[in-house]
């Protein structure tokens, strides 16, 4: 061990460096303890280690390494120069690191490198990862690739630059290793969760079936936006605005933001890598392209192609070349030239994009005119062309151009131009749309409409009808105001039709401005003409709007399914990113197929397609295959190759081998070409024919999906079924429809023809084959999940038995929903996100009715229909009107033609037969359904005559009324109804039955409207005159329908409408409207995603019978007033989830003058009365599952007397903007009004209870920040909760646990750790307990993760009703099936366990095999780890400390200096035991402030705080003896043996001691035993260095405890205190025997620490026990081994600040002082020996404090005259030891004049100099007072003073000292008469004493140190009762025994050992507490026995501790305290003694 304890004594830094591994491990680990401490991060200490820290990551020895690693990590993330070190630590980690065996070097590798990527040093650790993925180790490279995926993962793709990852990716994909290419997957995916198909091309190239594993996997990557979770240390503040973003705009309605963010940033553009072109031209190019031979031309041409396939351009001067190329576009008579010209300028406009825009306008006018050409294939590379160039350009500025060639008289050019309109205006946005721009283009458009050729009329109707989509009819009508209703038509019909780019979010917002609902279709399917292509937005990189159906703002359209939003028109073919258009392709000849497949694919291929031997036909597949894959997209001819598979024998080929190659091939060709329909016509057929064939059928249907992906899905499925249905097959029948299922799952409904499949479907159904039946019956309950309940409609004539197939199979899609479309969405709508999907889905179910087939019944209606239904006889009426019945049910849905019917059924809607009026209000509820939303004309004059029916008197003719009323609202929307003043008229009419039927029904639709007619108000005056009715039901309708008219026209405006009214009334109505007021709900918000889904609970794409009309989506989103329990569809109850626009009523200025005022106010006992009613049932109790009405209406009550109005009002708004400004006012009032909040704290958390069932996450947010403050606010005004208040309140808390947003759990756990310290633990253990029964599996997991918390931090004693109960329960979680659940149990029972041992395997009892196996697994784990739980726990939460309970009184400041990271860790301990008191609730008792220990403070300390700890003594000590209530403590002891806890030691010790000032006395003895042990056995004593202050402050702190607490206490049994005395005072007397470490007690912890010990000494209540004596004795001894052991200068220096203070105290004892001037007495007596140790210059500096604070005059005031002596003599002593240097020690006091110090010291100088000869013995010995006595009194008075001191119990041995040297002196002084008159023990104990003394002084040795006390201290050493010294001395068992036999015995001893013992063995602590310290009262040898065995006894019943012989090193009987060590005499004796003892108790 030699060469050990030479690294051992190196510093850190070259310890890292040594050769030795152990050397570098050891350094490792220390720099990682000083990397922790450091707190400033720009510390000179982080540089020492800058070129260390790479061989910190590279050690050679893995051991090492992993330290190495850990110090490393800590070092990147403190140290401000760590940057400097990225490159090569980086580099170290990646060749050093990562091809380590153990996972957690790797682990610990890559933390290393995301750290770096945090202290902003991306680029460099990204380079050090690629250049790692070039190493030969395929270990590295997977490691690279994990890393860099990590670090996308978490910190996004804006600080992980992509573009070089993609770059190395393909060749990732070509390793040889799998780990690598399955690495390189999940990177691959990663990226693509970022940029989504932008990571496309670049793997375009890579092996096809790993592209095809990474299709698959890309499908199911979610559509949500993926964010950034970690952030550099320079975005913190994005952080912080990260969290609370997710707490705001993580709302249900997230807005368009939302949609912004969910669009992938990264285009794939981006991430090409820019191609220079104009170098690679041909040098002739500009020659040859003006040749004159068409040839010449072309190769340029052909040359220019191929350079701008690159999909990025360099930027450049293009000029000429776009000069070129338009040159041969405009005049080029060639057409295939203009052709290949027009593509290559579309190629540039591409690949150049914004670059090109300079060039557009020299452009576009050419094209335009070029258009007249006829060729299709010109028609289309000229559209291509201009399309490609309007993206690199605006509207705006090619306007001009484009208005130019408007008026061409050329049809083509026209029809063209206004279809590039058409298509460019689909890219705008209203904004990018503006009027200046829509008024020339629709000026010149009218002019197209009216032209003579139809195709230019069309396409004029596309543009206006596309810009009608985009702006908005607001924006449009006006320039159509000439325009004939047909062309009108027309135009809206195309609008209907458009699909945006930019999805509709325009038109909405205009047309919500109209608040006119639209019939729109949503998009529509570009026809098959060549001209109606869409071109998707992909290839912009802006902002991509989601192709949302309806924008959050607008009534949503219904639309055909000709295409719902979103999907139609561009399906996601086109993997090259931007490419997504549809493609048209002419019919090619087979020949110039032929040529086209031969120039691609291998010549061998072509040969063998038809060759006779299938093995050769199957070779030719796969090189076909290969070729496809090879093939780049735009080179592929996709109608050559299909034509070519489709040759002989084409798909009647017989290997199925080769026909299931030949099927995948199809495959690849649709996904990777350009596919057209005419290549899909090519190959439909056969693949239909395949689809049912058992070997081919699958890779049949995967080519029809690729196909549907290429085509669209409503192209495909229809020629798909129609094909299927025209063979014979049924399989393929079957086969065809299930595929058609799958596909409408994958691909959503938008677009499919309902009509042509259901005619399909009911062929299929009518099938003789039972499988077809069954898969029609399959794809009709797939639809169903779209279409809703009105599909069922279309088979009502089916047979019943199919009909039931058929509605079991609907009833088995009840409540479904339909899955989001994962293919064949256009690129934009996949950021999007599925809501947006959804939506669109739900549009889908409203649509499908406007699918239906409308029969116009129109000419069905005959005049003598008509007349019948007019006839006067009521049965010919009822006739007709039977016949209508039928007309409209053979129908089913019909068209708005119905000729003169309205006015026939109005005249019978009064008619006198109240039969046929409900006939005829069932036909009207038909017809609204039959005809859907076109009944809206009808409403004025037939709908409003059947309000008028809603007076009828019969019950059920009202009842049929309204429930046609409903009808008919249900398909028109509320709008048409309240127009006009036909409802006020209707309203005025003073029928009651219709006031209140029509004022019920209004109160019901209105708070569902987003905006009203202005007509509403007309109603408003025959509202007030209902309200004053004399119908009572009218008046209570009229009352519940106030708060609805008020929501939409205000308050003001219903005020001044009060104008009218006679005054009474105004009053009345008046009152009532502010009533009304308080209850007005806020206007329901757009339907935003989450509130326009289908009604509670249906599947949100059913569909609400016809098609719910727009305004009414809300109605659910809202509930009214409380009053209004009607049981509505949503059902939410009055605290509304609304998230709507505030109301825009203004308050009235009365309302604001009122918010002045407190918010809370006090009601004397309020709160108790309010918990006297609960629990008197007189009011219901909180508790449920969901809030119901009444409970918010109690709560509104009893709010009342004590919550401000105003405020109340904002805090029972509907509207959740309201709660947030309540919840404003709250916080800010929290702190002026704490008093009022704690009046009504009930109130206060009830209500923030119904605030946690609200959706709106800002409110959530705001009440748990409130929460915060509010318990912080409680916790420091010492507030407990009522048993009350807890169970109404955190019952809910702990509900929102489980909340899915990570920052509210967070707050949440918060808020429950702050509870603690408000709400015993114990009592919220089971509150959390209960919550571990969620179903919500979070909720569970943290839950169980708190419980874990509870333990560590409060001990088992929280575990409710019984630990073994609640450990039973927390162990059943270990078999639960969420994976966080089961971590949650096992971690919180390995907290358990780690404070429990081993006794949790009991408690938990039987558990399964498999759960027991993970536990023990994980406790294994657990305790490899270094720190012990409590002490992380302390460190950890500092936020548990619990207020201080009664025995936590101790001092806020002490002088540590040096301790206090150790101190915090000791405190937090410290009080969290205490807690474990305080948490019972009889602990009613608390210690005044001034005793409390001011733990923030210390928690607080950074360590550079000087704490002073002022004597307790200060204080006025009379609560202390107040009896002190302690609850039976329940701590559980300690395991003694320090291994059991934790491997480290270091933080086991702080354990232990922070133990050892435990409220339990049990606890406290074993952790004193186990100090105890640690310090008897040399080799772990050293353990204990550095733990010395800690250790004492812990035992004082316990001593004061004693002396505050446990002594007060009546219950304790006093024998325990002696038993924690004696341990106490062993431990230090073992302490104190090791001197290395008594010397690192410091100054402040000793001054402490004598203070307790004096404090000991002086009390009273001490001696009174039976042991007391025997106590004060070890303490005397005690006090010797700290004098004597301790740095002499500490200890000096705290007697001396002791000393000041206890004289400054006023409550000081004058004893104190006394005790503190004895020791330092004894002090100034060991000067001589250790003067050369002591630091001089400090002690004077504290001498000068002394005098500075008491000047000499100021001492001699003082009642006794030993504080100037001891002085005097300190320094007399000091002056003669050090002579005249002492002066030189006057260094550390700055200004020498505030005090007398130097010129006493100059006096004493020269006074010594005078008397140089006489050596002033006496002074030494302190006796020279006695001299002066002398000299001074008579001696009469000297002796009689002597023995009074000697009859008295404190100063006996002072009073003997000082008689000897009287005698010494005066030899010949006669003392006879003073024993005369004393009894004769007396006599014989001052004889006695005197000898002793003599023998003493006599003895040879040192004097000074062999005396353990000088004679003037004595006293203090045995306070001997008198009583004790009067009687004879007694020993426990009654004998007497003459004190002379233990003198004898004293002096063999003495002699024996000499007086100096050498020898240093601590006595045990049994000796030294029962041993006698003065023979004067030694007891006897029976005695010692006794003693022996009694604590033997306790001490192996508490401290499990064998008390062998060995460990008895010393007698000490009749020793007296003179011997620090005692002689090791009779040994041997007591040795023998002891072994019988022990035998005996065996």
């Not at 004061?1600 to 049994?1613: C, S, W």
């Not at 041993?1971 to 508490?1998: G, W």
Request: neutral net charge.
């Amino acid at each position: 061990m030699g060469d050990d304890s030479e690294w051992m004594k190196l510093p850190i830094d070259q310890k890292c460096e040594h050769k030795l591994w152990k050397a570098r491990l050891n350094g490792y680990e220390e720099a990682l303890k000083l990397f922790q401490k450091i707190d400033d991060e720009k510390s000179p200490e982080w540089s020492k280690y800058l070129g260390l820290i790479k061989k910190f990551v590279t050690d050679s020895n893995a051991v090492a390494q992993l330290k190495g690693l850990e110090a490393a990590l800590a070092y990147v993330e403190n140290a401000h120069v760590a940057g400097k070190t990225t490159g090569e630590v980086a580099s170290g980690v990646v060749n050093k690191v990562f091809n380590q065996p153990k996972a957690r070097a790797k682990e610990l590798g890559e933390d290393i490198c995301l750290m770096y990527i945090e202290i902003e040093k991306g680029e460099a650790v990204q380079e050090e990862l690629l250049k790692g993925l070039d190493n030969k180790n395929p270990k590295i490279i997977v490691a690279c690739i994990e890393t860099l995926r990590k670090a996308l993962s978490e910190f996004g793709s804006k600080i992980i630059s992509l573009k070089p990852i993609i770059k190395v990716l393909p060749k990732l994909f070509e390793s040889r290793e799998k780990a690598v290419r399955d690495e390189a997957k999940l990177l691959a995916v990663e990226i693509y969760r970022w940029i989504r198909d932008a990571l496309r091309p670049p793997l375009q190239n890579i092996n096809s079936v790993q592209l095809k594993e990474l299709e698959e996997e890309w499908i199911k990557v979610s559509s949500a936006a993926p964010k950034q979770t970690r952030f550099l240390r320079s975005q913190q503040e994005l952080k912080a605005k990260f969290e609370q973003q997710q707490g705001l705009g993580g709302d249900a309605d997230g807005g368009d933001d939302d949609e912004e963010e969910a669009v992938p940033q990264v285009d794939a553009y981006e991430l090409l890598e820019a191609v220079e072109i104009l170098s690679k031209l041909p040098k002739d190019f500009y020659e040859k392209i003006e040749a004159k031979k068409w040839q010449e031309r072309k190769e340029a041409l052909e040359a220019v192609e191929l350079l701008v396939k690159n999909p990025k351009l360099e930027s450049g001067d293009y000029a000429d070349l776009v000069k070129a190329l338009k040159k041969v576009v405009g005049k080029d008579t060639n057409v295939m030239l203009v052709a290949l010209a027009a593509k290559c300028l579309a190629g540039l406009a591409t690949g150049l994009r914004k670059k090109f825009g300079q060039y557009a306008g020299h452009v576009v006018p050419t094209i335009l005119e070029k258009f007249k050409e006829k060729k299709p294939q010109v028609v289309q590379a000229l559209q291509e062309a201009i399309d490609a160039i309007f993206l690199t350009t605006t509207l705006q500025n090619i306007s001009e151009d484009i208005l130019a060639v408007m008026d061409n008289k050329n049809p083509t050019i026209k029809q063209q131009t206004s279809l590039f309109i058409a298509r460019s205006f689909r890219h705008c946005t209203p904004s990018t749309l503006p009027k200046s721009l829509l008024k020339p283009f629709c000026a010149a458009l009218l002019k197209h409409i009216n032209d003579s050729a139809p195709e230019v009329r069309d396409a004029g109707f596309e543009a206006l009808g596309t810009a009608l989509k985009v702006a908005g009819e607001k924006a449009v009508n006006p320039f159509l105001a000439d325009v004939d209703k047909l062309k009108l038509d027309r135009i809206k019909e195309c609008a209907e039709k458009v699909e945006l780019v930019y999805g509709k979010k325009a038109g909405g917002a205009a047309e919500k401005k109209e608040g006119k609902p639209i019939t729109g279709k949503t998009t529509a399917l570009p026809g098959p003409a060549g001209d109606k292509e869409t071109k998707d937005a992909a290839t912009k990189p802006g902002p991509l709007k989601k192709a949302s159906a309806a924008k959050p703002g607008g009534p949503p359209k219904k639309g055909k399914p000709a295409a719902a939003a979103g999907t139609g028109g561009a399906g996601p073919k086109g993997k090259k990113g931007p490419e997504t258009k549809e493609i048209f392709e002419s019919e090619l000849s087979i020949e110039v197929c032929e040529e086209k497949a031969a120039a691609v694919l291998p010549a061998s291929c072509i040969q063998q397609l038809d060759s006779g031997n299938w093995k050769e036909r199957l070779a030719c597949m796969e090189e076909f295959q290969k070729a496809v894959e090879l093939m780049e997209r735009s080179e592929m001819p996709c109608q050559a190759l299909v034509r070519m598979l489709a040759k002989k024998p084409g798909w009647k080929e017989t290997n199925f081998q080769v026909m299931q190659m030949k099927l995948h091939i199809v495959a690849l060709i649709a996904q990777k070409g350009n596919f057209s329909k005419t290549s899909a016509q090519v190959v439909l057929d056969g693949l239909v024919d395949k689809v049912g064939d058992v070997k081919c059928g699958t890779n049949a249907k995967e080519a029809m999906t690729a196909i549907a992906e290429a085509c669209q899905l409503p192209w495909t499925a229809e020629q798909v079924v129609a094909t299927a249905f025209s063979q014979k097959n049924p399989k393929n029948q079957s086969e065809t429809l299930n595929w058609l299922s799958n596909a409408i799952k994958e691909f959503g409904f938008s677009g499919l023809n309902v009509k042509a499949f259901i005619s399909n479907v009911k062929t299929a159904l009518a099938a003789t084959n039972p499988a077809v039946r069954t898969s029609a019956i399959t794809l009709l309950g797939v639809m169903y999940l779209y279409v809703g309940p009105s599909l069922r409609m279309f088979f009502e004539d089916e047979k019943p038995a199919l009909l039931s197939q058929i509605d079991a199979e609907f009833e088995k899609m009840q409540g479904q929903t339909a899955p989001a479309p994962t293919r064949g969405i256009s690129r934009h709508s996949v950021g999007g996100g599925d809501d947006g999907e959804e939506e669109e889905q739900e549009e889908v179910g409203n649509d499908v009715v406007d699918l239906l087939p409308r029969t116009d019944i129109g000419d069905k209606i005959t005049a003598e229909l008509v007349s019948k239904i007019g006839d006067k006889n009521w049965k010919i009426r009822k006739e007709g009107l039977d016949e209508v019945t039928s007309i409209i049910n053979e129908a089913k849905f019909i068209q708005p033609n119905i000729g003169e019917l309205p006015a026939a059924l109005k005249g019978r809607l009064n008619d006198s037969n109240k039969i046929l009026v409900q006939q005829t209000l069932s036909i009207l509820q038909q017809l609204a359904t039959a005809m859907g939303p076109n009944i809206k004309q009808y409403v004025k004059n037939l709908g409003i005559p059947v309000i008028t029916v809603l007076g009828d008197s019969k019950n059920n003719v009202r009842a049929a009324a309204l429930a046609t009323v409903n009808a008919w609202a249900e398909q028109t929307g509320m709008k048409e109804w309240l127009e006009g003043e036909d409802l006020s008229e209707e309203l005025k009419k003073e029928n009651p039955f219709l006031r209140q039927e029509l004022l019920g029904w209004l109160a019901e639709k209105l708070p569902a409207l987003r905006s009203v007619p202005s007509d509403l108000l007309l109603c408003v005056p025959h509202l007030y005159s209902c309200l004053e009715d004399r119908n009572g039901d009218v008046r209570k309708k009229a009352q519940d329908a106030l708060p609805f008219f008020m929501m939409h026209l205000g308050f003001e405006k219903m005020a001044k409408a009060t104008g009218k009214l006679k005054p009474t009334s105004k009053d009345q109505v008046l009152a009532m409207l502010e009533k009304a007021k308080a209850n007005m709900p806020a206007k329901p918000a757009p339907p935003a995603k989450a509130s326009s889904r289908g009604v509670g609970g249906a599947a949100p794409a059913k569909f609400q019978p016809a098609s719910a009309f727009a305004d009414d989506l809300g109605s659910n989103t809202m509930e009214s007033k409380p009053d209004l329990k009607k049981a509505k569809a949503g059902g939410l109850s009055s605290k509304t989830k609304v998230q709507g626009k505030k109301v825009l009523s203004k308050p009235s200025l009365k309302e604001d003058d009122d918010k002045s005022g407190p918010i809370f106010i006090i009601v004397p006992n309020g709160k108790e009365q309010r918990m006297r009613e609960e629990k008197a049932l007189k009011v219901l109790k909180w508790n449920f599952t969901t809030p119901r009405d009444e409970y918010i209406e109690q709560l509104k009550t009893q709010m009342s007397t004590c919550v401000a109005k105003w405020l109340q009002d904002e805090m029972f708004h509907a509207d959740f903007q309201h709660h947030n400004k309540a919840l404003s006012v709250m916080i800010e009032h929290l702190e002026s009004e704490k008093d009022g909040v704690i009046s009504c704290l009930d109130l206060i958390l009830k209500w923030l209870t119904l605030r946690f069932f609200d959706t709106n996450t800002s409110v959530l947010m705001k009440a748990l920040e409130y929460l915060k403050l509010l318990f912080n606010l409680l916790s420091q005004e010492e507030y407990h909760l009522t048993e009350n208040e807890a169970s109404s309140f955190i019952p809910y808390l702990i509900l929102k646990v489980g909340e899915p947003k990570d920052v509210i759990r967070k707050d949440v756990r918060a808020i429950l750790n702050r509870m603690c310290l408000i709400y015993p633990a114990s009592k919220m253990f089971p509150f959390i307990m209960e919550g571990t029964k969620s179903k919500n599996s979070k909720q569970r997991a943290e839950c169980l993760e708190e419980l874990g918390c509870l333990v560590e931090s409060y001990g088992m004693n929280v575990c409710q009703p019984t630990p073994g109960k609640a450990l039973k329960e927390m162990a059943t979680h270990i078999g639960d099936r969420d994976n966080t659940v089961r971590n949650a149990a096992l971690n919180t029972i390995v907290t358990v366990y780690n404070v429990h041992g081993d006794q949790v395997f009991k408690l938990i009892g039987n558990l399964s095999e498999k759960d027991m196996s993970m536990l023990e697994e994980r406790i294994k784990r657990s305790a490899k780890r270094p720190s012990s739980a409590p002490v992380r726990q302390a460190e950890e939460k500092p936020q548990r400390a619990q207020n201080m309970s009664a025995n936590a009184s101790m001092m806020r400041k002490g002088q540590a200096e040096d301790m206090s990271s150790k101190l915090k860790i000791m405190y937090r301990t410290y009080r969290i035991q205490n807690r474990n008191m305080g948490s019972h609730p009889e602990t009613t008792h608390t210690v005044p402030r001034e005793f409390q220990l001011d733990l923030d403070e210390i928690e607080n300390d950074n360590g550079t705080v000087r704490c002073e700890m002022p004597a307790l003594v200060q204080h006025k000590l009379d609560d202390i003896f107040e009896p002190v209530l302690i609850p039976e403590p329940k701590i559980r002891a300690v395991s003694p043996h320090f291994d059991d806890m934790h491997s480290n030691t270091a933080s086991t010790i702080n354990f232990v001691i922070s133990q050892v000032a435990s409220g339990d006395i049990n606890t406290s003895i074993q952790a004193l035993t186990q100090i105890d042990e640690v310090l008897k056995q040399e080799d772990k004593a050293e353990a204990m260095s550095g733990h010395i202050d800690q250790f004492l402050i812990a035992t004082f702190m316990q001593l004061r405890l004693i002396y505050n607490t446990h002594m007060a206490d009546e219950k304790l049994d006093k024998d325990e205190i002696v038993r924690l005395y004696s341990c106490i005072i062993g431990s230090m007397i073992t302490l104190f025997q090791i001197e290395s470490l008594a010397r690192e007690a410091s100054t402040g912890v000793l001054k402490d620490l004598m203070h307790g010990l004096i404090t000991l000494m002086l009390d009273s209540r001490v001696e009174d026990l039976e042991e007391g004596e025997q106590v004060i004795r070890s303490v005397n001894l005690l006090v010797v081994k700290v004098l004597e052991k301790s740095d002499q200068t500490n200890i000096l220096s705290a007697l001396l600040v002791l000393l000041q203070d206890s004289l400054l105290a006023t409550a000081s004892s004058p004893k104190f002082s006394e005790l503190v001037m004895k020791c330092l007495w004894r002090m100034v007596r060991l000067l001589p020996e250790t003067i050369n140790s002591i630091n001089l210059d400090r002690i004077l500096l504290d001498i000068h404090i002394f005098m500075k604070v008491f000047p000499k005059e100021k001492l001699k005031q003082c009642k006794s005259e030993f504080p100037i002596r001891t002085l005097k003599t300190l320094l007399h002593t000091l002056c003669k030891l050090k002579g005249p240097k002492i002066l030189d020690h006057l260094t550390m006091i700055d200004n020498k004049n505030e005090s007398e110090l130097e010129a006493h010291l100059c006096r004493l100088m020269k006074h010594a100099m005078e008397q140089t000869g006489k050596a002033d013995k006496d002074t030494e010995k302190g006796a020279s007072r006695i001299e002066e006595k002398a000299s001074k009194a008579k001696v009469n008075d000297i002796l009689a003073e002597i023995f009074k001191k000697i009859g008295s119990k404190e100063n006996t041995k002072e009073g003997l000292a000082e008689l000897y040297e009287y005698k010494k002196k005066y030899s010949d002084a006669d003392i006879e008469p003073f024993l005369k008159n004393s009894s004769q023990f007396f006599q014989s104990y001052v004889e006695r004493g005197l000898r002793l003394i003599e023998t003493e002084r006599e003895g040879k040795g040192r004097i000074a140190t062999s005396t353990g006390i000088s004679p003037q201290m004595e006293g203090t050493c045995v306070p001997a009762s008198t009583h004790t010294v009067s009687s004879s001395i007694g020993n426990t068992n009654g004998e007497e025994v003459g004190p002379s036999v233990y003198l004898e015995r004293l002096k063999i001893l003495r002699q024996r050992c000499g007086l100096d013992n050498a020898k240093e063995d601590r006595p045990p602590l049994t000796s030294l507490l029962s041993k006698p310290t003065l023979p004067t009262v030694a007891s006897s040898t029976d005695m010692l026995h006794s003693k022996l065995s009694q604590l033997r006894e306790s001490r192996e019943q508490y401290q499990h501790l064998d008390l062998d012989s060995n460990q008895t090193h010393s007698s000490g009987i009749g020793t007296t305290l003179a011997s620090p060590s005692s002689a090791a005499a009779n040994i041997d004796d007591l040795k023998k003694r002891l072994e019988r003892i022990k035998s005996s108790r065996k």
